[in-house]
């Protein structure tokens, strides 16, 4: 997400030391990933913890440019934010429209580790948590962010 209607706000930050600008945006962007990451974990599927605690942020710097991330570590995510195999092909409304993932176009059979039983199953549907945690807080995000760069300045100019 590229935050806009900032220009003034950056054409005061190019009067201020270089260092000072990374940190006030940094800490600024900070901020923005925490709305959406805590929109994020709101959005998780309630039956798994696990994966509503590994939603994290991270925020970086580099060549000038500040870069906010939320993402998760577990290697399952991607299967609940888009859905698999026929069922996720029916019903995944919510996905990010620039995603276009590739769905097994049949069921399939495993065994049930509790029950050692084989079981049918035809995926399931998409129960997307992330991208609806950006796209819900976009504008949101974006006024936190000119707002605490304006208050870091204000800060500054003092």
């Given at each position: 997400?590229?935050v806009?209607g900032?220009d003034n706000?950056?054409k005061?930050?190019?009067?201020l030391?270089?260092?000072?600008q990374g940190n006030?945006?940094?800490?600024a962007?900070?901020?923005?990933?925490?709305t959406?990451?805590?929109?994020?974990?709101?959005?998780?599927?309630?039956?798994?913890?696990?994966?509503?605690?590994s939603?994290?942020?991270k925020?970086e710097e580099?060549?000038g440019?500040v870069?906010?991330?939320?993402y998760?570590?577990?290697?399952?995510?991607p299967?609940?934010e888009?859905?698999?195999g026929?069922k996720?092909?029916e019903d995944?409304d919510?996905?990010?429209?620039?995603?276009?993932?590739s769905?097994r176009e049949?069921?399939?059979?495993?065994?049930?580790?509790?029950?050692d039983?084989?079981?049918y199953t035809?995926?399931?549907?998409?129960?997307?948590?992330m991208?609806?945690a950006?796209k819900d807080?976009e504008?949101k995000?974006?006024?936190e962010?000119?707002e605490?760069?304006a208050?870091e300045?204000k800060?500054?100019?003092k």
């Amino acid at each position: 997400m590229a935050v806009r209607g900032t220009d003034n706000l950056f054409k005061k930050l190019k009067s201020l030391d270089k260092a000072i600008q990374g940190n006030i945006t940094k800490k600024a962007v900070a901020k923005g990933c925490q709305t959406v990451r805590g929109a994020s974990v709101m959005l998780c599927p309630v039956k798994d913890g696990d994966l509503r605690e590994s939603i994290m942020t991270k925020v970086e710097e580099k060549d000038g440019k500040v870069t906010g991330t939320v993402y998760t570590n577990k290697e399952y995510a991607p299967y609940v934010e888009f859905g698999t195999g026929p069922k996720g092909q029916e019903d995944h409304d919510g996905i990010s429209p620039n995603v276009t993932p590739s769905y097994r176009e049949k069921g399939w059979s495993y065994i049930d580790e509790e029950t050692d039983k084989r079981v049918y199953t035809r995926g399931q549907a998409a129960q997307p948590f992330m991208y609806p945690a950006l796209k819900d807080n976009e504008d949101k995000v974006i006024k936190e962010i000119a707002e605490n760069i304006a208050d870091e300045i204000k800060k500054l100019v003092k």
